[in-house]
């Protein structure tokens, strides 16, 4: 009987040893929504799962952006090697075009991993971004999470921020090589904790509604986002794009949603 009661004892014990130095992650995902952006050269983007933005994008989107977005091929269509290819251009009319997407009413999600594979483009004045939106109700309150925006001034450095009403809280993740030489996995893992970002794996930003000023409202609890893909030319930030540069070209191999289990 002695026996058996060390072994009933020590069995939780080892247990417990195990899960001290085999944590269970704090949070699992099921995937939910993918896109491989595989077809055949110069086709769209699947219509099923994306939508565009159009239009002028100093009157449209803020930041005094030089753009008009587009639909056309010149700006955005498949390359048939299995990416997403979105050019920005300055055309013979003086004007500036590129393409933006969005999952807006494709898809939408509260709570998961939200990540994309790309390799962003090169020069001043341009903005590529991988980034969410909140489905319903205006900017700021609707709440935006940047999960990957790069300029070309910081050809080394990826920057996340969130928006929301009244605040904003920025960061970045500075690399030893040009982000433009090659392709990168930019992500979140979004939980009722908080929002913590990801490069090519590795964790170097978490935000949580304790991090706010006092008195602010955290909104990112209240509703799914919607995923968009886009390179701005010229604006506030990040300034007056270099016309010898262009065309400059965002490749996107894959974009990855994952839904938070239990949510």
């Known amino acids: 009987m002695a026996r058996q009661h060390s072994k009933a004892i020590l069995f939780p014990i080892l247990l417990l040893t195990?899960?001290?130095?085999?944590?269970v992650s704090a949070a699992t995902f099921d995937l939910a929504w993918t896109d491989d952006f595989n077809g055949p050269a110069g086709s769209r983007p699947d219509p099923r799962k994306w939508a565009h933005?159009?239009?002028?994008?100093?009157?449209?989107?803020?930041n005094n952006e030089f753009q008009t977005y587009t639909n056309?091929?010149?700006?955005?269509?498949?390359?048939?090697?299995?990416?997403?290819?979105?050019?920005?251009?300055?055309?013979a009319d003086g004007k500036y075009t590129s393409a933006r997407v969005k999952t807006l009413g494709k898809f939408s999600q509260r709570y998961g991993r939200f990540e994309a594979r790309i390799q962003v483009p090169r020069g001043p004045g341009l903005l590529p971004a991988f980034w969410g939106m909140g489905e319903?109700?205006?900017w700021p309150d609707n709440g935006e999470i940047d999960i990957m925006e790069n300029v070309g001034s910081s050809p080394r450095t990826v920057f996340s921020n969130i928006h929301g009403p009244g605040y904003d809280s920025g960061g970045n993740r500075t690399?030893?090589?040009?982000?433009?030489?090659?392709?990168?996995?930019y992500g979140i893992e979004w939980t009722p904790d908080g929002i913590e970002w990801f490069l090519d794996g590795k964790s170097y930003k978490k935000v949580t509604p304790k991090d706010l000023p006092k008195g602010k409202?955290?909104?990112?609890?209240?509703q799914p986002i919607y995923m968009l893909l886009n390179v701005a030319v010229g604006g506030d930030w990040p300034g007056k794009p270099v016309d010898d540069v262009l065309p400059q070209q965002m490749r996107v191999d894959w974009v990855k949603m994952w839904r938070l289990k239990g949510n």
């Open 18 to 23: 195990l899960l001290v130095s085999h944590p």
């Open 53 to 62: 933005d159009l239009g002028y994008g100093n009157k449209l989107w803020g």
């Open 72 to 91: 056309k091929p010149e700006n955005i269509q498949l390359d048939g090697a299995g990416n997403l290819v979105i050019t920005a251009r300055k055309e």
């Open 136 to 138: 319903k109700g205006s």
């Open 175 to 185: 690399i030893a090589t040009d982000l433009s030489k090659g392709f990168h996995v």
């Open 217 to 222: 409202r955290w909104v990112f609890d209240d």
